[in-house]
């Protein structure tokens, strides 16, 4: 039985605009293919922060002129960079098959993810959405639409909203039973559509789920072999970019929850990464993940580089 990767990829792999991102998913699709064929049944999470940032202020921006479209509310913003950023990954996809020779079906499905109506979260916005701004900027938009900002990691200011925890995957079973069937699939887009069951169904809210936290809870619910998030960086550091940076081959959960407490691990980064690791691997048996860049996705799965977190 082959082994299952759930695969979170991050904005690098998708860009800002979409052209940009239809450029460079043909790189993320020769990568995930690469792991198809070594073997590897392979299940696709992504972000959509500058995505569904990006859609929400077309949107708005329309809505405010005379004869504008209808406003559009946040959750189907983010079901239509679903969508999109869906389309674009199974054109490559199934493009980078097809020069290899390999016959796989690629679907994308569009997934809502329960989240609890009471979480704090929504008392207090997080999640970073959209462009980066200004300083000036951005307190030019909040005076304007009343939005939330933060600074993002030192590259300037972005759009907060809530970022609920996941409870539940909506269309687990679909999932389950395409994966079955020998289809990559790509899912939890963006962290799922966030919804909240009002009358023993669900209804979408406005809110980002954390991509991390999605596919850790995918992998949890397919009963993944290993959680692989692709990010910006080899590995994960300890002092990132001071003089005393040490790039680390693996983590124990102990020395994982260590370094958060020292502060190493940024808010707007790669602390979510390794929390969804260690939800992830707290919660299966011989549960392992893996932190590396797309570019070394390939190489670090057979244990040459990346950061291996364990038990």
């Keep these: 039985m082959a082994k299952r990767l759930v695969i979170a990829l991050g904005g690098n792999a998708l860009g800002n605009t979409p052209k940009q991102q239809l450029d460079l998913v043909k790189k993320t699709a020769s990568t995930i293919v690469d792991l198809v064929e070594e073997g590897y049944d392979v299940v696709v999470g992504h972000g959509n922060g500058p995505q569904v940032g990006m859609v929400n202020l077309a949107f708005e921006n329309s809505h405010n002129k005379v004869g504008g479209t209808p406003e559009m509310p946040f959750p189907e913003c983010g079901a239509m960079t679903q969508g999109y950023i869906g389309y674009h990954l199974q054109q490559s996809i199934g493009r980078e098959l097809k020069k290899r020779g390999i016959n796989r079906p690629v679907a994308t499905v569009v997934t809502q993810v329960e989240v609890d109506k009471n979480d704090s979260a929504f008392q207090n916005p997080t999640k970073p959405i959209g462009s980066f701004y200004s300083k000036e900027e951005a307190d030019k938009i909040v005076a304007e639409t009343g939005y939330a900002f933060v600074e993002d990691a030192g590259r300037g200011y972005r759009r907060v909203v809530p970022s609920p925890k996941p409870v539940s995957i909506v269309e687990i079973e679909t999932v389950e039973s395409l994966v079955k069937s020998g289809c ?124 291996i977190i364990h038990s």
């Design 184 to 307: 990559i699939v790509i899912t939890v887009g963006g962290g799922g559509i966030p919804v909240v069951k009002e009358d023993g169904w669900f209804e979408g809210v406005a809110a980002v789920i954390d991509k991390d936290r999605a596919s850790a809870k995918l992998a949890l619910d397919i009963h993944a072999d290993m959680l692989v998030i692709l990010t910006a960086v080899e590995k994960v550091s300890i002092n990132f970019k001071k003089p005393d940076q040490i790039d680390l081959d693996e983590m124990s959960l102990s020395d994982a929850y260590r370094y958060i407490e020292e502060g190493h691990f940024a808010k707007g980064s790669m602390l979510p990464k390794v929390e969804s690791c260690i939800e992830y691997i707290e919660n299966t048996e011989n549960g392992r993940a893996l932190i590396t860049s797309l570019e070394k996705a390939k190489e670090a799965l057979m244990g040459n580089t990346g950061t």
